[in-house]
């Protein structure tokens, strides 16, 4: 028998054992329950097809790429019409989507456009605007939340979160929830407060208003399309805003969330910031509740569900805010938002209710998102899966982290296209 004849059958078998290991996996994501009970993180990343979102991928801009306004989405061209009316037409773009502001001249002193990037200002200057939310009213209290899902693999931390009775405002990008919309799902399911983080995670107020309108206009159709709700609160990458997407947002029905302290968890490997600076800049924030800075106005600050490094740090600090706050609650609960979303069968608790242990949210999601995967084992680059890798999700590993592991594979793939915005 020749070594070719031997060769080939093996090769054939090894071939159909990758074939049967791939459908094994996609199986485990023929729901939110299943996909929730996942604890590989190479598992959790593998692409999956979900039919009520890859069906309609043509209906949205391309996974990771700016949003634009597609042509034939009737409603949002309506929508944007309407609206445009109330967009300040003296406001113009300012710098490059990535952030690079070489060239742009304004005015910090007098702060026309309450620019935040560059002034901090959450005060609008265009009337009719509500001032942005960069802290809670309630005492003591921690205004909850994480940018940048869902990330593929955060079932260890979302399990963290359930095992700790604790809430969260999760932000979410609309790419990533396209990529992996059962994982959005569970982020409903489990309670936890759903707002927009924008489609493709740029600097809003370089993008025009058509475009910075379809960043959001998106965002919120694939959220409703994976969860059967619709937010009413959003928070811009980097805090990137002024009194231009103020306007945009708020016709939008979305309230604008910031922060006054800033983790710079997903600063680690970039200009030489150090886990260690991230444990330092935590440790700020808590000298502050026990100093007594949040007596009379709670806080929020800026953490990420971005990879292993952000989630396990929060898991680590965790403890260290449960002792310096009275409260760690999502941020609309801290505003007695009770209302979440567009649809009116789903609500979150008071505050009052919250302390008191119903920490439960009233009503679900019946929508697409409630349906069960009904494509095939893979992805075809056009579902709800696209393969895209999940943008801005670096692959950093915190040092000596055990509780949470994320799939090298998948997360390289993320580092890659992190690495292709911010070299926009």
């Not at 909850?144 to 604790?166: E, I, K, M, T, V």
């Not at 579902?383 to 390289?412: E, M, Q, Y």
Request: glycine residues 8%; proline residues 6%; negative net charge.
């Amino acid at each position: 028998m020749s070594q070719s004849s031997v060769l080939k059958p093996l090769a054939l078998a090894l071939l159909a054992t990758s074939i049967f290991a791939t459908t094994v996996l996609a199986q485990d994501h023929s729901s939110e329950q299943s996909e929730a009970q996942i604890n590989d993180p190479t598992q959790e990343c593998t692409p999956y097809y979900y039919a009520p979102s890859g069906s309609q991928i043509s209906n949205f801009p391309q996974i990771w790429q700016p949003a634009t306004l597609l042509p034939n989405d009737t409603a949002g061209q309506a929508m944007w019409a309407n609206i445009s009316k109330s967009v300040p037409t003296n406001i113009q773009p300012k710098g490059q989507l990535n952030g690079s502001t070489i060239g742009t001249t304004y005015n910090t002193v007098a702060d026309p456009d309450c620019w935040w990037t560059e002034t901090l200002c959450t005060q609008p200057k265009l009337p009719g605007l509500s001032p942005d939310i960069a802290s809670v009213p309630e005492p003591l209290t921690m205004g909850y939340g994480f940018d940048d899902g869902p990330n593929c693999s955060h079932n260890a931390f979302y399990d963290f979160l359930a095992q700790q009775n604790q809430k969260a405002t999760l932000f979410y990008i609309g790419s990533n929830v396209m990529d992996w919309p059962l994982e959005a799902q569970r982020g409903l399911a489990d309670g936890h407060e759903l707002c927009v983080h924008t489609w493709s995670h740029r600097y809003m107020t370089a993008f025009s208003s058509e475009d910075a309108f379809a960043e959001l206009w998106y965002t919120m159709q694939a959220i409703k399309l994976a969860t059967g709700v619709t937010p009413t609160c959003w928070r811009p990458p980097f805090g990137d805003i002024d009194d231009r997407i103020r306007a945009i947002a708020n016709a939008l029905g979305l309230q604008t969330i910031i922060w006054k302290f800033d983790s710079n968890d997903w600063r680690v490997g970039i200009n030489g910031i150090t886990e260690a600076d991230v444990d330092e800049d935590y440790q700020l924030f808590i000298s502050n509740a026990t100093s007594g800075a949040f007596n009379t106005v709670g806080g929020i600050m800026l953490t990420h569900e971005l990879n292993n490094f952000t989630m396990q740090t929060a898991v680590d600090e965790y403890p260290k805010l449960k002792s310096a706050f009275q409260h760690i609650v999502p941020v609309g609960v801290a505003l007695n938002k009770t209302r979440p979303y567009q649809e009116a069968n789903y609500s979150l608790p008071t505050f009052e209710q919250y302390i008191a242990g119903q920490i439960t949210s009233n009503g679900s999601s019946n929508g697409s998102g409630s349906g069960s995967n009904s494509g095939s084992g893979s992805s075809s680059g056009s579902g709800s899966s696209s393969g895209s890798g999940s943008g801005p999700n670096a692959g950093s590993t915190k040092s000596g982290a055990s509780a949470l592991t994320v799939g090298g594979a998948a997360w390289a793939l993320f580092s890659g296209a992190l690495l292709a915005t911010l070299a926009l």
